[in-house]
């Protein structure tokens, strides 16, 4: 089955740094989306992503994320300056169409942030 | 807020016996849709039922929706310790054109051998 890739699996980062997340989502998957898990609880929806364009966007995220499909393949998220609370799991997803379509999740990556 | 709420948060079972986990929602939905997350990887998508069923089977998994109460139960039968992982509902929120979908906060199910 096609997968979403993420990479890196693990991000270090001194706080006040810039971090960019990496997704590669499933070929013919049209809307891509990030959300954040922090320490094994609730997983919480980000931002959507579709036609090159931010479709929503939570309140989580602020003016400190930005998203970015910079070619037909990859998906990243960039934090410009990372705060010790953002150090959560970061997981990218994507799907074909809009409705009652399951989402496909890459297996994230742990953000710590020191 | 139309975020799900899972019940139990956390249960424990013995190999072989059925486990059932319960959510709820706030607000009118198109479909609600159940995830399995094992420790440290991602979501994975189990089953989908929408808003005009009121139940749905695949394999050990069956699913029920009452929208009436808006609530969801699934149930998996003879449960094995590969089962052990934490278990999502997601809601779309009900609205045309909706993209994302909202999950709740999870039940951690062990199954114990």
């Known amino acids: 089955e096609p997968e979403v890739t993420q990479t890196p699996s693990h991000q270090v980062t001194q706080m006040g740094q810039e971090v960019i997340l990496r997704c590669v989502p499933i070929s013919n998957h049209l809307y891509f989306y990030w959300y954040r898990q922090i320490l094994g609880q609730k997983v919480e929806f980000l931002v959507s992503?579709?036609?090159?364009?931010?479709?929503?966007k939570s309140e989580i995220f602020d003016d400190q994320f930005s998203v970015e499909r910079p070619d037909g393949s990859n998906f990243t998220l960039k934090i410009r300056s990372t705060k010790l609370e953002d150090s959560a799991m970061y997981f990218c997803?994507?799907?074909?169409?809009?409705?009652?379509?399951?989402?496909?999740f890459g297996s994230g990556t742990q953000l710590s942030v020191l | 807020s139309q975020q799900g709420e899972e019940d139990p948060q956390a249960l424990s079972i013995q190999e072989g016996e059925n486990a059932t986990m319960n959510c709820s929602y706030k607000?009118?939905?198109?479909?609600l849709q159940w995830y399995r997350q094992n420790s440290g990887r991602g979501l994975v998508h189990l089953i989908l039922i929408r808003s005009n069923e009121r139940e749905k089977h695949s394999g050990r998994l069956r699913v029920t929706l009452d929208t009436s109460k808006k609530s969801s139960s699934l149930l998996i039968t003879a449960s094995r310790a590969a089962d052990t992982a934490s278990y999502f509902c997601?809601?779309?929120?009900?609205?045309?054109?909706?993209?994302?979908?909202?999950f709740g906060q999870g039940t951690r199910l062990t199954i114990n051998p």
């Open positions: 992503f579709y036609n090159n364009e931010i479709s929503e």
């Open positions: 997601a809601t779309d929120g009900g609205i045309q054109g909706a993209q994302k979908l909202v």
């Open positions: 997803a994507s799907r074909f169409g809009a409705e009652g379509e399951k989402l496909f």
């Open positions: 607000t009118s939905i198109n479909n």
